[in-house]
């Protein structure tokens, strides 16, 4: 069971420290990928034009562009709303990036009241991520949105 408490705290800590996104996604991968057990990937894409584009991720090489409402990824920055995919195998027009993923858990991300990017969670086990593993993510999703900074000059 993951403290998501601890988990939100650690990240507000991380994004004190660096909110240029591409530092702060970067520490919130590894975070995640170490706080949150049975994981395989864990990362960010972020949206440019009609695609996402891989961003900081910790994990195997995943896919580099993925369409606005291709896969699970796609699908939640086209409908904005979070993806929770227990069988990632049964999900139409599902992307393979990396074979060992079963289940995944995807949450749009905004700038400006817009969707922006999505954070990515893949597991090997089938149903790995429950309501209050969504719930827990969204929280964290609230902080990233709140605190993070998009212009390196800012």
Known sequence: MTDYELLCRQAEE????EPW???AFSNLSAL???SLPELNWAGFYI?????LVVGPFQGKPACVHIPVGKGVCGTCIGLDRVQNVPDVHAFPGHIACDSASNSEIVLP????????AVLDIDSPVP???SGEDEAG??????IIEARIVWNENA
């Open 14 to 17: 991380l994004l004190k420290t």
């Open 137 to 142: 993510l969204k929280r964290l999703a609230g």
């Open 21 to 23: 996104y591409v530092p």
């Open 32 to 34: 995640l990928m170490d």
């Open 127 to 129: 149903g790995r991520f």
């Open 109 to 116: 991300l905004h700038r400006g009241g817009k969707p922006a």
């Open 47 to 51: 949206l440019r034009g009609e695609r």
